[in-house]
Structures are given as C-alpha cells and as structure tokens.
C-alpha cells in the first residue's frame, strides 16, 4: 500500500504524520518504507536520530532517493506492505506524479488562510491527476492538524465545514490536536507511541493511533470496491 503525505504549504505536520504513521506500522509488524522526498530532509534526520536510539525501536526502512521517486515507489511498493512518502512544496512534481499510484493521499491542513488556500490548491491539482489514477479517482483527503485542544474552540468546525462544504474536499474523521508530543517526537527520532513514559501522552497516542485505523479501514473498502 502508498500512501503519500503532502501539502505545498510548509509546516502544517506531513512529516509528523510520515514519521509516525511509519512507526505505528512498523510497531505492528509492518514492512514499511518511509521515503523523504522533501529536499529539507527533516523525516530522514528523523530516520538517523531514530537510528541511534537504544534499545532500537522497530525498524522502519529507509533508500537514497534518485531523482525519479515515483519510479522508485513504483519499484518498491511489491517489496514492501507499507510505502510512505513525504512530499512538500518542493518536490511538486513528486507529489503529483506519487498520486497517481496512491492508495491513499493525505493532505495535513492547520487552522489558518494560507493553509487552507494551499489545500485547496493541492486538491485542484489532484484532481486534474483523477484520469491518471488507476481507480480514476486519486483517493486524496485532507487532515486537521494542530486543532486547539480547548473544547469550546470553533476552529475544528470551521475548517472542517469550509474545506468539505464550500471545497467539496474530503475530510478525514480523525483530528490531530495541538500538543507538545508531535515535537517532543520529531526531536527523538520516535513515534508518539514509543516515547518514554516520562514524556508519554495518551492522547496524542490515541489520535494517532486512530488516524491509522481510520486510513487502513479507507484503503480496505476501496481494495474490495475494486475487486468487485
Ligand atoms: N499536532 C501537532 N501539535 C503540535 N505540534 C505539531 C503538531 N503537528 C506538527 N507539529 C509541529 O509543527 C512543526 C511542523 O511540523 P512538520 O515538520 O511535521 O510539518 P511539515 O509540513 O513537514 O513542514 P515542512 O514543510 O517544513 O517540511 C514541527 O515542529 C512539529 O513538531
Ligand atoms: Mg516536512
């Protein structure tokens, strides 16, 4: 299974989400590739931080990239149950051309106009890759991220309503909220589920956790409209 993270706007948590949908994964028993295809490298200096940590934490794979990475997903995607590409801004071209052989597409989007602006910006190109994608539908869907965790905030809404109602965009059921544990996580090269239980947060744990259930339960009910 593909799964690409990607959003031309920087910042709004795509290699947070690489990173820790790969740990996740790779902590239950998945073969998984993660491939960093944003020249600012931050999910490989994850991957080397990982890397050295003791007792080593479940393996997550890792290849140079050549130029071409939607030859090299397509090429590794057999050998592996789980590739995972992060692409931002940069890597444009990755983005569209990873698309097209998505199972999934997530597209991480925090409260604010430019990220949203860039969002909807995102699913006007994806769109235009539906007649390239094998289902002819590029399977792509926004995330909230960094949702205020006050419950009488409106911003969840807000987006939440403007993106599906007045874009026509799918949103993802699972929201991820602002806490300190998605950078405390970045910074010791672990998923959130792996941090010590010093630093441990249940409920960053969970979302995560509950964006992976959400996604696996996607991609199984287009595997078997497929097949049908
Ligand atoms: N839910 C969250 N709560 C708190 N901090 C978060 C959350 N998600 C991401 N962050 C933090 O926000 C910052 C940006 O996240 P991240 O690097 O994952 O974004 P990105 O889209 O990959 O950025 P870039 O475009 O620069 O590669 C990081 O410091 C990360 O730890
Ligand atoms: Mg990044």
Same mark, same amino acid.
Request: glycine share 6%; proline share 4%.
């Given at each position: 299974?593909? @799964?690409? !993270?990607?959003?031309?706007? /920087?910042?709004?948590?795509?290699? *947070?989400?690489?990173?820790?949908?790969?740990? %996740?994964? &790779?902590?239950?028993?998945?073969?998984?590739?993660?491939?960093?295809?944003?020249?600012?490298?931050?999910?490989?200096?994850?991957?080397?931080?990982?890397?050295?940590?003791?007792?080593?934490?479940?393996?997550?794979?890792?290849?140079?990239?050549?130029?071409?990475?939607?030859?090299?997903?397509?090429?590794?995607?057999?050998?592996?149950?789980?590739?995972?590409?992060?692409?931002?801004?940069?890597?444009?071209?990755?983005?569209?051309?990873?698309?097209?052989?998505?199972?999934? @597409?997530? !597209?991480?989007?925090?409260? /604010?106009?430019?990220?949203?602006? *860039?969002?909807?910006?995102?699913?006007?190109? %994806?769109? &235009?890759?539906?007649?390239?994608?094998?289902?002819?539908?590029?399977?792509?869907?926004?995330?909230?991220?960094?949702?205020?965790?006050?419950?009488?905030?409106?911003?969840?809404?807000?987006?939440?309503?403007?993106?599906?109602?007045?874009?026509?965009?799918?949103?993802?059921?699972?929201?991820?909220?602002?806490?300190?544990?998605?950078?405390?996580?970045?910074?010791?090269?672990?998923?959130?589920?792996?941090?010590?239980?010093?630093?441990?947060?249940?409920?960053?744990?969970?979302?995560?956790?509950?964006?992976?259930?959400?996604?696996?339960?996607?991609?199984?009910?287009?595997?078997?409209?497929?097949?049908?």
């Amino acid at each position: 299974m593909i @799964v690409l !993270v990607a959003n031309e706007k /920087g910042g709004v948590g795509k290699t *947070s989400v690489a990173v820790n949908l790969a740990a %996740l994964a &790779a902590s239950d028993g998945v073969r998984t590739l993660l491939l960093d295809t944003d020249p600012n490298g931050s999910t490989t200096g994850w991957l080397a931080t990982r890397g050295e940590v003791t007792p080593p934490p479940a393996e997550i794979f890792t290849l140079m990239l050549t130029t071409n990475a939607a030859r090299m997903v397509a090429d590794q995607a057999g050998h592996y149950e789980l590739v995972i590409v992060d692409a931002g801004a940069a890597a444009w071209d990755t983005l569209l051309s990873v698309s097209r052989q998505a199972d999934l @597409v997530v !597209v991480p989007v925090t409260p /604010g106009q430019f990220e949203v602006d *860039s969002t909807n910006r995102v699913f006007d190109s %994806l769109r &235009a890759m539906d007649v390239k994608h094998i289902r002819g539908k590029v399977p792509a869907y926004a995330l909230l991220n960094q949702i205020p965790t006050n419950a009488k905030s409106k911003e969840e809404s807000e987006l939440r309503g403007f993106l599906a109602n007045d874009c026509g965009i799918p949103v993802l059921t699972t929201v991820l909220r602002n806490r300190k544990a998605w950078r405390e996580c970045s910074k010791a090269g672990l998923g959130i589920h792996e941090m010590p239980a010093s630093q441990a947060d249940a409920k960053s744990a969970a979302e995560i956790r509950a964006l992976y259930v959400e996604l696996a339960a996607i991609a199984a009910a287009d595997a078997q409209l497929t097949q049908e």
